[in-house]
């Protein structure tokens, strides 16, 4: 009788289907953030606060788009299932590998994403860009967003670089 992990293969092609998508939207997603940290957030702050909070303001709006929200989401999907697949292959050849990336990535990108980054840009929803406050508020939001923005990239980026290590394992 075989057990079940001796029944799961790391060669399968729905396991490598499944971590080639996982690494290329973790892929994706840390190309976006990495936009944001290396020139978007420096040119927002290069503009007058009113200006740069207003541009800001419509970026997270035009975020919520389903191409977008399909890379975030549909990369912490496929994460989820190779947890899964990790723990209940735990000992072959890559399976702790996938839980590293995916862990990676749930916890450094999506994480940071549900319980910082989305309550930062809804306060910053709220500012009205002419206001007194709002030069002050800026400078903060500037620099907490990209300092926590640099994380997201690199967890997007180390999940992305686990997978595709184990991609060429295959």
Avoid: K
């Avoid at 406050?133 to 980026?157: E, F, I, S």
Wanted: hydrophobic share 60%; net charge neutral; glycine share 8%.
């Amino acid at each position: 009788m075989t057990t079940p992990t001796q029944e799961i293969s790391t060669t399968s092609p729905g396991l490598f289907a499944l971590t080639l998508v996982a690494a290329l939207s973790c892929g994706t997603v840390a190309g976006v953030f990495f936009g944001f940290s290396a020139f978007v957030m420096d040119g927002l702050g290069r503009l007058p606060a009113p200006q740069g909070i207003a541009a800001m303001q419509s970026i997270n709006i035009s975020a919520v788009r389903p191409a977008f929200m399909t890379a975030l989401f549909g990369a912490a999907a496929a994460c989820l299932a190779l947890v899964v697949w990790s723990l209940l292959a735990w000992g072959q050849r890559g399976s702790a590998l996938l839980l590293v990336g995916a862990a990676l990535y749930l916890v450094g990108t999506i994480g940071l994403t549900i319980v910082y980054h989305v309550p930062l840009n809804d306060a910053l929803a709220t500012v009205d860009p002419n206001s007194a406050a709002a030069a002050g508020r800026w400078a903060g939001y500037l620099a907490d967003w990209t300092r926590w923005n640099h994380v997201r990239t690199a967890a997007a980026l180390a999940a992305a670089a686990a997978f595709t290590v184990v991609l060429a394992w295959s």
